[in-house]
C-alpha cells in the first residue's frame, strides 16, 4: 500500500492519535509501558487502561450498530447504573450472584426493547426516545438503591470487573463479543442489512429488508451491552452508585465509534475502529492526569484532543487537502504542454 494510500484510510488517525498518546506517557513516564507477569496475572499500566476501559468499549460496540443504522443511545449510561443496582440489590437482599446477574440483564434488556420500541415501532426520534431513559433510568436507579451506595462483599460479582486469567476478565469479556458481533455482521447478511438500514431506510423497506426488526434488534443489542458494563462498572468497586455509575460513558462510547470511522449519518460503521476509538479514550482519560494535566482543564485538554482527530479524519478535510495538491501541481502540467 502507497503512503497515500495508508493517509487515506480511514483509520490512520486514530491509529496515529492513539501511537502519539502512548509516546507522551511514555515520555512523562519510561516505565509506562512496562507489563509484569505477578502470580499468573498481567500487571501494568497499559493493563490498567484496558481493564477500564473495557465498560466503554462494550458499550462502543452496541453503539456503533445503532448509529449504523441512523440512531443514537443516549441511555445507557443509565442504564449501566440500572444494572449495577439491580444486581447488588438483590445480593444485599441475601439472593445468590448468578440469579443477580441474569436479572439485571433482563432488565437492561426490556430497556433496550422499550428504547428499540419507541424508534422503531412508534417513530420517535433516537435521540428524542433514549433521553427520556436517560433522565428516568437515573432515577430509576436511584431509587432501587433508595438514594445510598450499596456495597456488596461477594467475591464471585467482583471477579466480573477487577478479576484476572492472566489478562483483566473486563477486556476478555469486551474483547469476546467485538469478536462475535464481527463473525456475525461481517460473516452472514446482517451486517450488510444494518448498513442498507443506515443508508435509505425507505429503500430498504420496499426492498423487502425489515428495517423495524432490524432497528429493534440493534437497541435490544445496545441496552445488554450498557448492562454487561454496568456489572463491570459495579462489581470494579463492590459497589452500586446510581449517581455516578456510567456517569457520561454514553459520550465516550459515542466519541470511540465516531473516531473510530463510523458515519453519524448512517450506513458505514467499523468495528475495528471502534475498538481503536475506545483505547484512544481511556488512553487520553488515563494521561490527562498522568502528564500533570490540571482537574479543572482536564475535560478541555480531552475535547480539543477528541476534536483534533475528527477534524483530521474527516472527508471535507481530506477532499481540501487533495484539492490544494491538485492546484499546485496544474502549473506543472500546462508548462510541459507549452514547451512540447
Not at 433521553?131 to 437515573?138: D, I, K, P
Request: aromatic residues 4%; contains cysteine; hydrophobic residues 55%.
Amino acid at each position: 500500500m502507497k503512503p497515500r494510500q495508508i493517509i487515506r484510510h480511514h483509520l490512520f488517525w486514530p491509529v496515529a492519535a492513539l501511537v502519539l498518546l502512548l509516546l507522551a506517557n511514555t515520555a512523562h513516564n519510561p516505565s509506562f509501558l512496562e507489563v509484569t507477569l505477578q502470580n499468573g496475572r498481567l500487571y501494568g499500566s497499559v493493563v490498567d487502561i484496558l481493564r477500564n476501559g473495557a465498560p466503554t468499549l462494550l458499550i462502543a460496540i452496541g453503539m456503533t450498530l445503532v448509529i449504523a443504522t441512523r440512531g443514537i443511545d443516549l441511555s445507557v449510561g443509565a442504564v449501566a447504573a440500572i444494572a449495577g443496582a439491580v444486581a447488588c440489590s438483590w445480593i444485599v437482599s441475601g439472593g445468590d450472584t448468578l440469579t443477580a446477574i441474569l436479572l439485571a440483564l433482563s432488565v437492561c434488556t426490556l430497556l433496550g426493547l422499550w428504547n428499540g420500541f419507541l424508534v422503531s415501532v412508534l417513530g420517535i426520534q433516537p435521540i428524542i426516545a433514549t433521553l427520556v431513559l436517560m433522565t428516568a433510568g437515573r432515577g430509576g436507579a436511584m431509587l432501587i438503591t433508595k438514594g445510598q451506595i450499596i456495597t456488596v462483599e461477594d467475591p464471585l460479582y467482583h471477579q466480573i470487573g477487577a478479576g484476572f486469567l492472566v489478562l483483566p476478565i473486563a477486556i476478555l469479556i469486551s474483547l469476546g463479543v467485538l469478536l462475535v458481533v464481527a463473525l456475525i455482521t461481517r460473516r452472514t447478511a446482517l451486517g450488510m442489512l444494518v448498513e442498507s438500514v443506515g443508508v435509505n431506510p425507505r429503500a430498504s423497506r420496499l426492498a423487502g429488508v425489515r428495517s423495524r426488526t432490524i432497528i429493534w434488534t440493534v437497541y435490544v443489542f445496545a441496552g445488554l451491552c450498557a448492562g454487561v458494563a454496568g456489572l463491570m462498572i459495579s462489581s470494579n468497586v463492590s459497589a452500586a452508585d446510581a449517581n455516578n455509575a456510567g456517569l457520561w460513558i454514553e459520550m465516550d462510547a459515542i466519541l470511540a465509534v465516531v473516531i473510530g470511522g463510523t458515519a453519524l449519518s448512517g450506513g458505514r460503521y467499523s468495528l475495528t475502529g471502534t475498538l481503536i476509538g475506545a483505547l484512544v479514550i481511556q488512553t487520553l482519560t488515563t494521561s490527562v492526569y498522568a502528564i500533570g494535566v490540571p482537574p479543572n482543564v482536564a475535560l478541555v485538554f480531552k475535547a480539543l484532543v477528541v476534536i483534533a482527530v475528527c477534524l483530521l479524519q474527516s472527508p471535507r478535510t481530506s477532499r481540501m487537502f487533495r484539492g490544494r495538491r491538485k492546484t499546485s501541481a496544474t502549473p506543472a502540467r500546462s508548462k510541459e504542454v507549452t514547451t512540447a
